[in-house]
């Protein structure tokens, strides 16, 4: 027989495994009604994967949207960021 700790990880794997199938980030209402369970348990789960570091949140809490969490693409969209506020901009000014 399951234990609870099995059974959580399980729907936790399952979860998981909707949101890194997604072509775009889905509502927490999509990733239940995809997994087959009531709302509640889906956002314990997301909540859980976030806590991991697992799933990113993309908005406020009623309208969030969860994606997989990739931080090497993060990493890098900051990066690209970071170096396009840095550099000179042209046109304009004196220098």
Same mark, same amino acid.
């Given at each position: 027989?399951?234990? &609870?700790?099995?059974? &959580?990880?399980?729907?936790?794997?399952?979860?998981?495994? +909707?949101?890194?199938?997604?072509?775009?980030?889905?509502?927490?209402?999509? +990733?239940?009604?995809?997994?087959?369970?009531?709302?509640?348990?889906?956002?314990?789960?997301?909540?859980?994967?976030?806590?991991?570091?697992? +799933?990113?949140?993309?908005?406020?809490?009623?309208?969030?949207?969860?994606?997989?969490?990739?931080?090497?693409?993060?990493?890098?969209?900051?990066?690209?960021?970071?170096?396009?506020?840095? &550099?000179?901009?042209?046109?304009?000014?004196?220098?």
């Amino acid at each position: 027989m399951i234990d &609870r700790h099995q059974k &959580r990880q399980t729907l936790r794997s399952r979860v998981l495994a +909707v949101i890194e199938a997604a072509t775009r980030p889905l509502t927490g209402k999509e +990733v239940a009604q995809a997994v087959g369970i009531p709302y509640k348990p889906t956002i314990d789960a997301l909540n859980k994967l976030y806590d991991y570091g697992k +799933v990113r949140r993309i908005g406020a809490k009623f309208t969030a949207r969860w994606a997989v969490n990739r931080p090497a693409e993060t990493a890098d969209l900051l990066t690209r960021i970071m170096l396009s506020l840095s &550099r000179p901009r042209g046109g304009g000014g004196v220098e």
